[in-house]
Each structure stands twice: as structure tokens, then as C-alpha cells.
DNA sequence: GGGGCATTTTCTGTATACAATGCCGGTATG
DNA sequence: CATACCGGCATTGTATACAGAAAATGCCCC
């Protein structure tokens, strides 16, 4: 027990302000996002509790939210983990989103505003620049910005919300399935052509360059169906670093 | 207060079997779809509690779940209450719907085993059967069964928990915004063609199939922008049968 | 009679205590 | 040696108490 993750989540969590439910999901997100809390992580209601100097009705909620979204698996009368997606799951989850992504930016393409444009050039170039330097979680954060961006803005909320869940549930796997030799994820001037695409109002255009998009990340991962290092490691029910 | 719902709820919710969240979330689930909660209608958690005979604590994990299906309303330190989706939200989950049980009918064709056919057969004759002898509540059962019975066995089981959101969505828009003179939106033998598509395997045809039938079911709504009858009730805050 | 303010009431937010359950060890036994 | 059983421990499930926010009520003044 007592491993480095404590520390890692706790942050800025004195200093007065009051820590809701919200916050703590935001923050073990964020960390599963980032591999710090790797799949079947065991997350127990009390310790979170102590970490985020909250009682363990606000981190129930947290939990649960955090399980709606498909980031931990609360089953009954055990301890939350952090989710494993299977192999399978992950090229389901890139095919729905295909689908749904691409209909979104075709409903997008043509009636973006000015400043909404502007906003979506601002995080390709952000995110292009933090590869070019080798920020990796910055690229990151700026490739998710702008896919949230697309989803926001999806004249369909409905679909909107949807693809907000599908962009943080594939962005899980990637980071769990990347190629280990690789270092990033990011290809080439991919979002600043899909941008370009949906101010020409090239509809049919920017679905199939986000279609391709989605596969070429798809392509970069590693869903060989070798013999789960991952699925034994929550069976184990190791916990990690121990 | 103390209205009739409270009598509709209870059911059969003493003789011992325990009651938990999950039965909760069923039984006010449905009394939505069946209109005897109509929108705006407030749901405090310790009414609830007492008509089920549990503590707040379960009820808010009930009333949680239901905010995450979007049947209800939950804002901070504001009562629950019924959502009631507007037009225009109306139309945008219908064109959600159409997007992914097209996709995910089109997986489905040709790949159905004889029994899933058969049940789904067993479904759209019986629903057709509750139709003739004017068995509306009936109908409206099997006809969820049938899209239920799509969506759980969808091959992309990601898309598959999305269409089961969706079709739940959809269900309480019609209800909400059904023709008041209409008695009920069967659509002639639609499900039974689209039934057989599937068996024959033909894809494109049975996404054609299921998008016209959401069309057709749509375009039975009164979707109006006449001045909202619900949105009046939901900002007036108006508790029902008052 | 109507509008604005204070009070009261209702309801949710959070913490905590106790019950119930599952997990993990040891231990005995075939 | 493998396996089944059993008891203690860790952790979740549920109920309840108290604090705080919002809404409903009533009142006063205009």
C-alpha cells in the first residue's frame, strides 16, 4: 500500500477550497489518463477519502461518475479498479467513434464561427508545437482540447455528448496500448487539415479525413492478441509497484 | 402533494424482497414511460425513501442512475425531477438514433442466430398482436423489447450501450410529444420486415428499414414550436394535479 | 392591492456509525 | 501435497444526524 499515487493525486488539494465530488473524478481521470494509475489499480473509498480530506459519501459519488464514464469498475460489494478495456472493447470503441466523429464534423463543416475556427487552429498548433519539443502530456492535453472542442460545439448535443464520452474512452486505451517503442501518438498535420476541411465546409471531405485519422491512430497501437498482460495482471488482482 | 404516483410507485414493494437502487431507478423509469410522472414533476429523496420503504442513501443512488440516463433532472441542492427534453432535443436524439441503430443493424444483418431471430420475431408479432386488440401499454413493451433485444445483441457492444440510452431517450420523447389525438404510434408491420431483412442479411436495406421507421415514428410527434406547454410547467415549477 | 423582505420550512450535502459482505490467511484433513 | 474449511480483517452497503442552501410562506410597508 501507500504508493506513489497518493501524493500524485493530492496536489493542491489544501488551500482552502472545498473539494467536491467533480474535482476528485477530474483528478483520478486525469491520472488514468496519464498511466499514473494503471488498469486494476484498486481505488478504496476510505483511502481516497483521506487523500482528498473528504468523507466517503463525496468519493462514492465520484466513483460512481467515474464508472458511468467507463474510466473505473464499480462492482458490488468490492473495491472500485481502474478499468482494463479488452482488446475487443478498444476497436469497438474506435469504430462507434468513427461513426459518431464523423458525423459530427460533417454536421460541423461550414458553420463554425470565426472564433471557433480559431480556437480549433490554436490547439493543432499548440499540439504540434509540444511534439516538436517533445512535451508529450502537453501534446496530449491539446489533441484532447481540440477534439473536445468538436464535441462541444456539434450542433447535435446529443451526439455531442456522446462523442465526449467516446474521446475520453479512446484516449484510456491508447494510452494503454501504445506501442511501447513509441513515443508519441501524433501524426503529422492531421488536425490542421481536418480544421482547413470544416472551414471550406468540405463536409463529406472532413469526415473521411477524421475516419482516417481514427484509423491511422488505430494502426499505431498494439492489439495483437498476445496472451494479456494486462487481463492477468487484474486477475491477479496485483496491485501495481508492490 | 401526496398525489396519486405515490400508490403507482409502491406496487408490490413490501413482502420482504429487499429493495435496491436498481429497483428504484426500474420502477420510476417506467412510470415516465407510462406518463404517470410527467415532466417536471419533483421527486424528493426522502418521499421516495419512505414510498420504498429505504434510506435517502439508496434513493440518491437511484436518482443518480437516472440523471445519467437523462430521465431526470439533478442539480445541485435542487430537488430531482422529471427531465422533460425540449423540440428541439427532441429531433437531435432521433437523428442520434438513426445514425447508430442504422450502424449497428447493418453489423446485425445476416449475423443472427435462429433463436435471437425468433425472439425478435416473438416480439414484433406480439406487439403487432397488443396492437390489434388495443393494448397500448402492451404495444409500447414489446416494441422496446424488440429495439432492446437489437441493441444487446450488437456485435460493437459500445454502440450497442448507446443505442440502449438512445432508445430509452426516444421512448420518453414520444410519449412526451405523441399527437394528443393519436391513440398509438404503431407503424404497420415495420418491425416485421425489418425482422426478416436481418435474417436475409441485408444490410443496407435493414439500415434503410430502421431509418425510415424513426422517421415515420418522428414525424408522428407534434413537434411544434408552439409556446410550450412544457417548458411553461418545468419554469413555472407547477407540481402536477395541484 | 402589490412588491419586497424576513422568517420558516423543506430539502439536499456531508459526515459518521453500524451491519453485511467478500477476501485472505491459517489450519486441518484426505 | 493439494484442497476444503473456517475465522479475522478489510471494505462496501445502509441508515441516520446535523449543517447549509433553496424555496415557500407570511408580513409589512407602500
Not at 482552502?16 to 486494476?40: C, E, H, N, S, T
Not at 468523507?55 to 469498475?73: I, P
Not at 496500448?177 to 501524426?187: E, I, V
Amino acid at each position: 500500500m501507500s504508493q506513489a499515487w497518493h501524493e500524485e493525486l493530492q496536489a493542491d488539494v489544501r488551500s482552502g477550497a472545498r473539494v467536491g465530488d467533480r474535482d476528485i473524478a477530474d483528478k483520478v481521470r486525469r491520472a488514468v489518463l496519464m498511466q499514473r494509475l494503471p488498469p486494476g489499480t484498486k481505488l478504496p473509498e476510505v483511502t481516497l477519502g483521506e487523500v482528498f480530506g473528504v468523507s466517503r459519501s463525496v468519493v462514492r459519488k465520484a466513483l460512481t461518475r467515474l464508472a458511468s464514464e467507463h474510466v473505473v469498475d464499480q462492482r458490488p460489494n468490492q473495491v472500485a479498479r481502474v478499468r482494463a478495456p479488452s482488446i475487443e472493447e478498444t476497436r469497438e470503441t474506435f469504430a462507434a467513434r468513427r461513426l459518431v466523429e464523423g458525423e459530427v464534423v460533417a454536421l460541423l463543416a461550414g458553420r463554425l464561427s470565426a472564433e471557433t475556427l480559431d480556437a480549433l487552429r490554436l490547439q493543432a498548433n499548440e499540439e504540434t508545437e509540444a511534439h516538436r519539443r517533445g512535451d508529450e502530456p502537453a501534446r496530449i492535453e491539446h489533441s484532447l482540447n481540440l477534439h473536445h472542442l468538436l464535441a462541444e460545439h456539434s450542433p447535435n448535443r446529443v451526439l455531442g455528448g456522446m462523442l465526449t464520452d467516446l474521446v475520453l474512452r479512446t484516449s484510456i486505451v491508447v494510452a494503454l496500448y501504445k506501442r511501447s517503442g513509441l513515443s508519441s501518438c501524433y501524426q503529422e498535420a492531421q488536425h490542421e487539415r481536418l480544421v482547413e476541411l470544416l472551414a471550406a465546409g468540405e463536409a463529406d471531405a472532413a469526415r473521411g479525413a477524421i475516419h482516417d485519422h481514427l484509423l491511422g491512430l488505430e494502426a499505431l497501437l498494439d492489439l495483437s492478441p498476445r496472451e494479456s498482460r494486462i487481463d492477468l495482471k487484474s486477475i491477479l488482482g496485483q496491485s501495481p509497484a508492490t
